[in-house]
C-alpha cells in the first residue's frame, strides 16, 4: 500500500507542476501577468536562451511592459516530462508559440518551436519554478494570408469571437 501512496503523490505533484506551465502560458497568451509571477519563486533564475539572463524578477518586469501590446500569441506545450526527486524536480516542455507581428505593411505570422527546461521546487507546499532555461529549437515566418478555411469557416471573419488580452478575452467575461 505505501508504494501506491508514493504513486498517487507522484501523480498529484507531477499534475500540479504541469498545471503551473499551462497557467503561465495562458498568462503570456492573455497578458495576465499575475498568471506568469506566480509560475516563479521569488528568487528564481530566468535564462531565456539568450534573450535574458538573470533573476526571474527582472525578467517579470520585461514582461509586465511587453504582454499588454504583444499582439496575437498563443503557446502549446507538448511533450512534457517530469523527474521527480523529493521536494526537487526537472520538467523538460516543448512550447510551440504562434504569433501574429503586425508591422506596418510588412506583418507577419511567427511559429517557433522551444523547450523549457525548468527546475522545480515545492516550498510551503507549492511548486514553482525556481530556474528556467529556454532552448530555441526553429522558428519560421510566413506571409499573413488568413482566409479562414478560404471561407469555409467563415466568409465573414468579422463575425467571429476573437482572443484578446486580459480583460477582453472572452476566459474573463465568464
Known amino acids: 500500500m505505501a508504494d501506491r501512496d508514493a504513486d498517487?503523490?507522484?501523480?498529484?505533484?507531477?499534475?500540479?507542476?504541469?498545471e503551473v506551465l499551462v497557467l503561465a502560458l495562458r498568462?503570456?497568451?492573455?497578458a495576465d501577468f499575475d498568471?506568469?509571477?506566480?509560475?516563479?519563486?521569488?528568487?528564481?533564475?530566468?535564462d531565456h536562451g539568450g534573450t535574458f539572463s538573470g533573476p526571474a524578477s527582472e525578467w517579470l518586469e520585461l514582461l509586465r511592459a511587453r504582454l499588454?501590446?504583444?499582439?496575437?500569441?498563443?503557446?502549446?506545450?507538448?511533450?512534457?516530462?517530469?523527474?521527480l526527486d523529493g521536494d526537487k524536480a526537472l520538467a523538460?516542455?516543448?512550447?510551440?508559440?504562434?504569433?501574429?507581428?503586425?508591422?506596418g505593411d510588412d506583418g507577419f505570422d511567427n511559429a517557433t518551436l522551444a523547450r523549457t527546461v525548468d527546475r522545480f521546487e515545492r516550498r510551503a507546499g507549492q511548486w514553482k519554478i525556481a530556474r528556467r532555461t529556454l532552448v530555441w529549437e526553429w522558428n519560421r515566418e510566413t506571409p499573413i494570408t488568413e482566409t479562414w478555411g478560404r471561407g469555409g469557416i467563415t466568409a465573414d471573419p468579422n463575425s467571429l469571437l476573437r482572443g484578446g488580452k486580459k480583460p477582453d478575452d472572452a476566459l474573463y467575461q465568464v
Open 27 to 30: 498568462g503570456c497568451d492573455r
Open 68 to 83: 499588454p501590446n504583444a499582439g496575437l500569441i498563443n503557446h502549446v506545450m507538448s511533450n512534457l516530462m517530469i523527474e
Open 35 to 46: 498568471l506568469v509571477a506566480a509560475s516563479y519563486h521569488p528568487d528564481a533564475y530566468e
Open 8 to 18: 498517487i503523490q507522484a501523480l498529484l505533484d507531477k499534475k500540479a507542476i504541469e
Open 92 to 103: 523538460e516542455s516543448y512550447i510551440t508559440s504562434y504569433s501574429r507581428v503586425l508591422a
